[in-house]
């Protein structure tokens, strides 16, 4: 917002009755800000926006009250980023190619998954990740759950995370899943001739309003959150191009049946 008026951070400390390292910290999402704080910010930077300004405000005022700041030293920060954009998010898509997405994943398959990429370190805490990643289901679980599309590349859903019998049991929670009225499930199969982006997996979060939408991106390190307008265009053609290639979701769930019944 500040940098779409032209001023410099120190400028808008200045404004808003802050200092400078308050203001780094606050836009580096390291300290948080009041509304009162907020709408002035936003009433310096000419921002007419009401319902962007109305959803800074939402944002800001419930931070540090959600669920997830229970694991906060468990769960590493970009995974409580991820929580907290579901929480706050209007809609989410995610394009895997070679996971099952994690918000409907079973409890087997997280385990099988965290022990693959956990340090032996960390074994004692593989509990407490399976219970964490089980919270953030219940925002397509509950009675006021948000609109989820899943695009899942044959690939994943024929890798046997944790053996057969837990892929079994995996596959079928999918199936159930896809039933739910707010929920969409489409298959990307290997015989599709209309795709070319082999690894480019994604999760796209609808903001409340677009300039709060987000990219995550599954890196070794941790989650890479990408926000730039630009970025958010082209991940968006990206998968729009995914959906266009990939079956409807009757047919996915009939793709999803049949390599159920041949493990």
């Not at 800000?33 to 310096?44: F, G, P, Q, V, W």
């Not at 959803?55 to 700041?69: D, I, N, P, Q």
């Not at 046997?160 to 079928?172: D, E, M, N």
Request: hydrophobic residues 40%; charged residues 25%.
């Amino acid at each position: 917002m500040r940098e779409r008026a032209g001023l410099t951070a120190r400028a808008a400390a200045s404004l808003i009755g802050s200092n400078y390292m308050q203001q780094s910290h606050v836009e580096s999402g390291r300290s948080g800000i009041s509304e009162e704080r907020i709408r002035r910010l936003a009433a310096h930077c000419a921002c007419e926006d009401g319902a962007y300004v109305d959803a800074l405000v939402a944002m800001a005022t419930e931070r540090g009250k959600g669920w997830w700041e229970k694991y906060r030293g468990i769960v590493a920060p970009s995974g409580l980023g991820l929580a907290e954009l579901e929480h706050h998010a209007e809609r989410i898509r995610t394009f895997q190619v070679a996971h099952i997405p994690g918000l409907l994943q079973t409890g087997d398959h997280m385990r099988a998954a965290f022990r693959y990429v956990l340090p032996e370190g960390l074994e004692k805490d593989l509990e407490d990740y399976v219970a964490f990643r089980q919270h953030r289901q219940q925002i397509i679980d509950d009675s006021h759950a948000t609109p989820y599309e899943a695009v899942i590349h044959e690939a994943a859903l024929r890798i046997r995370v944790g053996g057969r019998k837990a892929t079994r049991a995996q596959l079928k929670r999918i199936l159930e899943q896809s039933e739910l009225s707010h929920v969409s499930v489409r298959v990307l199969p290997f015989a599709s001739e209309d795709f070319a982006g082999a690894g480019h997996s994604m999760l796209y979060v609808h903001g409340r309003v677009q300039q709060l939408d987000t990219v995550q991106l599954d890196t070794a390190h941790g989650g890479e959150f990408l926000d730039a307008e630009p970025l958010l265009t082209q991940y968006r053609r990206r998968y729009d191009q995914v959906v266009g290639a990939a079956l409807e979701p009757g047919r996915s769930r009939e793709f999803i049946a049949h390599v159920l019944q041949e493990l």
